[in-house]
């Protein structure tokens, strides 16, 4: 049973700002992979309908790599991460991923986080045992 609530965001400097529906009983994700391992991003995977981007759109850049499934905008002012978007159909379709290091007014305390092993080219799937050096 899916219960979201709707937690507000930014980037540092605050020209982004955007709101997520996000229920946190679904967990949180982290990402081994070359680009996720440098931006040490902790993701909340939603509906892009779950996702509203309040400010900041002429303040974002994108950056996708590889198969470039993944779009990851982060801030031109302050350089950090805020969210990516893209199509998958293992995730159901369009999801966007959002830096929940962002949300100010959430507690992430006992929220259980699960791994994408993004480094073997599997990210897509959510793995809840740790095995690797993540
Ligand atoms: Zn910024």
């Known amino acids: 049973m899916s219960n979201p609530e709707t937690h507000h965001g930014a980037c540092h400097c605050g020209a982004v700002k955007f709101t997520v529906d996000l229920d946190l009983s679904q967990g949180l994700s982290r990402c081994n992979c070359s680009f996720c391992r440098r931006r040490g991003a902790l993701g909340a995977i939603?509906?892009?309908?779950?996702?509203?981007?309040?400010?900041?759109?002429?303040?974002?850049?994108?950056?996708?790599?590889?198969?470039?499934?993944?779009?990851?905008?982060?801030?031109?002012?302050?350089?950090?991460?805020?969210?990516?978007?893209?199509?998958?159909?293992?995730?159901?379709?369009?999801?966007?991923?959002?830096?929940?290091?962002?949300?100010?007014?959430?507690?992430?305390?006992?929220?259980?986080?699960?791994?994408?092993?993004?480094?073997?080219?599997t990210w897509q799937v959510l793995r809840t045992e740790i095995g690797a050096r993540w």
């Not at 590889?66 to 379709?93: M, P, S």
Request: include cysteine; proline fraction near 3%; glycine fraction near 12%.
């Open 46 to 121: 939603v509906k892009p309908s779950a996702f509203h981007l309040v400010s900041g759109e002429p303040s974002l850049s994108e950056y996708a790599f590889n198969a470039r499934v993944g779009h990851y905008r982060f801030c031109k002012v302050c350089g950090v991460h805020v969210y990516g978007h893209g199509t998958l159909d293992l995730l159901g379709g369009a999801f966007v991923s959002v830096n929940v290091d962002c949300i100010d007014d959430v507690d992430l305390s006992g929220v259980e986080v699960r791994y994408l092993d993004g480094r073997a080219d």
